[in-house]
């Protein structure tokens, strides 16, 4: 079945600094690709998605890219705030037989440091 | 985007008891689920509340414990039933609006403790 690696956090930056968090993911199908991320005693908010190989997805400073031949889909952002301390959960959507199906993976937790 | 409340938006109930939450959306949605969220941990999705019929459930999640209702295109409730302490969790609701198919989006959660 499909699933999705992300690298495991906690992630500790100081502001500033360059964020990558890697993502991987298997599917069967040709599927959408998403990053969400949770604030402390929040739910889940859509970051930013693709959906077709070399797309790039981009929101708020953030950015990831579509790579179907690594099957990756990291999520970078340039310089990081205090703000952007939060959990970031990458996942997928694809289509089975039955229906459409959401993966997520388990989650990486950043702590940015002022 | 949809706007998604739940209630309550956290309890503390005793073991044995049970707790309904509602999840409500501000437009109609073609797709509901219901997620639990396990201290520091990922997503679990329970089950797909489906409109007008009985819920459609993951395994390991039964109706008898967790009964869903969705009598319309905006709302759903999940019952958790007969709590002990392995209940206590973040309950989530997620919808996929209509006019995308792949997009979900989540409320704000229930942080249910069972003592």
């Known amino acids: 079945g499909d699933s999705v690696t992300q690298m495991e956090g906690p992630v500790t930056l100081s502001e500033e600094a360059f964020l990558t968090i890697n993502c991987t993911y298997t599917a069967t199908g040709y599927p959408s690709l998403f990053w969400y991320v949770q604030y402390p005693g929040e739910g889940l908010q859509l970051l930013l998605k693709a959906t077709k190989a070399d797309d790039k997805g981009s929101n708020k400073g953030f950015e990831a890219t579509y790579r179907k031949e690594t099957t990756s889909f990291h999520l970078e952002k340039g310089s990081v705030q205090v703000s952007d301390s939060a959990v970031y959960f990458c996942a997928l959507s694809d289509r089975d037989n039955y229906g459409q199906n959401f993966v997520f993976g388990p989650g990486t937790r950043l702590s940015v440091l002022p | 985007s949809a706007v998604i409340s739940q209630k309550p938006s956290r309890d503390i109930c005793q073991r044995g008891t049970s707790l309904t939450i509602q999840c409500q959306v501000d437009?109609?949605?073609?797709?509901m689920f219901w997620y639990r969220q396990q201290p520091g941990q990922s997503l679990t999705l329970i089950a797909t509340a489906n409109q007008g019929s009985e819920a459609t459930y993951e395994s390991g999640f039964v109706i008898d414990k967790f009964p869903i209702s969705r009598p319309n295109l905006t709302f759903s409730t999940l019952t958790v039933s007969n709590m002990s302490p392995e209940d206590s969790s973040i309950y989530l609701c997620?919808?996929?609006?209509?006019?995308?198919?792949?997009?979900?989006?989540f409320g704000p959660g229930t942080r249910l403790t069972v003592t």
């Open positions: 437009s109609q949605v073609t797709m």
């Open positions: 997620s919808v996929v609006r209509q006019g995308t198919v792949d997009e979900q989006y």
